[in-house]
């Protein structure tokens, strides 16, 4: 299973701590660093520094790494216009030398809308699904060729589909609870599927749905990567776990229920249930940005025993 690390910068992160955190993510061996893509804290947290924007953190750490992962869990289609979202992630794409992913959801913070003045529509999905539509196939179009596209809520006419991207196709990630929209957009166009703050019972279930989906829509169920996205609070003993916990405003056994807590052995086990229900990959949500010995710990005693 790949580990890859999952931030929440809203919450309170500078760009400096943020790539920190990633030359970390890079050096220890993980797979990936994520980021989500939010203006407005959630909870209690102070939310200081303020804002940092997703593709501009991203085409930032780009050009300072060389080896990880980078992309986002989710960018919010309410955000951006999809002609500028595709320029955006070719270019990031282009600067990183191939090793960006999107992860495309509707949008759901409303307040966020509304204290910087972004539209909150009400018909976000079928945006969504015209979004992934016109991104993908912008990028899909050959050189030298246009890409048009008519739609309800969105129009493009004879767009050169510029620029590419330095991979031939960059990977999309769709995910969410969703019984039935979720997994017959997810068959069209997810590269992966990421179940967020799922059992491995519920998960199982989310990943029939897409499976299905997919051969409903004649497409092999194994083109499609199946994740997780969980809070990670491991520590060696359990007085390092409830300190982590304490760190985080979160309480211990709520955490073991809910992500994946407790000592290595135990977080082991618990990603063993996840892979067990079809789970390939999963991205660690670290909360607290300043605590690089968590970052160790989980690649020495954790990631070192998954094949």
């Known amino acids: 299973m790949d580990l890859r690390i999952f931030t929440e910068p809203q919450q309170g992160a500078s760009y400096d701590t943020l790539l920190t955190v990633a030359k970390a993510t890079e050096d220890l061996g993980f797979d990936a660093f994520f980021r989500s893509d939010h203006y407005l804290k959630m909870g209690d947290a102070d939310g200081l520094p303020g804002p940092t924007d997703a593709w501009i953190t991203l085409a930032g750490l780009a050009r300072e790494t060389r080896r990880i992962r980078l992309g986002t869990l989710m960018t919010a289609a309410t955000f951006r216009l999809p002609g500028v979202l595709a320029i955006q992630v070719a270019q990031v794409d282009q600067m990183s030398g191939g090793r960006v992913e999107l992860g495309l959801g509707?949008?759901?913070?409303?307040?966020?809308?509304?204290?910087?003045?972004?539209?909150?529509?009400?018909?976000?999905?079928?945006?969504?699904?015209?979004?992934?539509?016109?991104?993908?196939?912008?990028?899909?179009?050959?050189?030298?060729?246009?890409?048009?596209?008519?739609?309800?809520?969105?129009?493009?006419?004879?767009?050169?589909?510029?620029?590419?991207?330095?991979?031939?196709?960059?990977?999309?990630?769709?995910?969410?609870?969703?019984?039935?929209?979720?997994?017959?957009?997810?068959?069209?166009?997810?590269?992966?599927?990421?179940?967020?703050?799922?059992?491995?019972?519920?998960?199982?279930?989310?990943?029939?749905?897409?499976?299905?989906?997919?051969?409903?829509?004649?497409?092999?169920a194994d083109a499609i990567t199946f994740s997780n996205v969980l809070v990670a609070c491991v520590g060696k003993d359990d007085q390092e776990v409830a300190r982590r916990a304490a760190a985080i405003g979160r309480d211990v056994e709520e955490l073991k229920t809910n992500g994946l807590a407790g000592t290595p052995a135990e977080v082991v086990d618990k990603l063993g249930r996840y892979a067990a229900a079809g789970s390939r990959r999963m991205y660690l949500q670290v909360l607290d940005l300043d605590d690089l010995d968590h970052l160790e710990l989980i690649s020495a005693q954790v990631q070192s025993q998954l094949s």
């Open 106 to 220: 509707a949008g759901w913070f409303e307040e966020e809308h509304a204290a910087y003045g972004i539209p909150f529509p009400k018909e976000k999905f079928p945006r969504l699904e015209e979004q992934l539509e016109i991104v993908t196939g912008l990028w899909a179009t050959e050189p030298g060729e246009t890409f048009d596209f008519h739609g309800e809520h969105y129009d493009l006419t004879k767009s050169p589909a510029l620029p590419k991207p330095a991979q031939s196709r960059i990977p999309v990630l769709i995910g969410g609870h969703g019984a039935t929209r979720t997994p017959r957009l997810a068959a069209r166009y997810a590269d992966e599927f990421n179940m967020p703050f799922g059992s491995p019972e519920d998960s199982e279930t989310q990943f029939g749905r897409v499976r299905a989906a997919a051969q409903e829509a004649g497409r092999a």
